[in-house]
């Protein structure tokens, strides 16, 4: 797997499910339906204090991991998308090759 941590920008569903994204002038289609899970946000090595009171957001990030096939290529790999979503920040963190 290849760390990442770039910003992407993710086209999503009705449900709020991730469709596909762009990530470096490349158009990826997600090819089946991705899973969901929360994980915890490693709020201690990006901020010096997390402020009392201003939620989950701040502990908790929504992640999806999901497969997904560049359009030019038609290469299909799986990869794993992290989503603030008070921000409505997404990134891309893991390739798997």
Known sequence: MIHVDEQVAVAVNGTGEPIGFKWRNANF??????????????WWAEAVRVQRGIGRDVIEVEMWRLMASDLLSKTCQQYELLHAVGKDDWRLVLVYP
């Open 29 to 42: 289609l997600v090819a089946n339906k991705p899973m969901r899970w929360f994980a915890r946000r490693e």
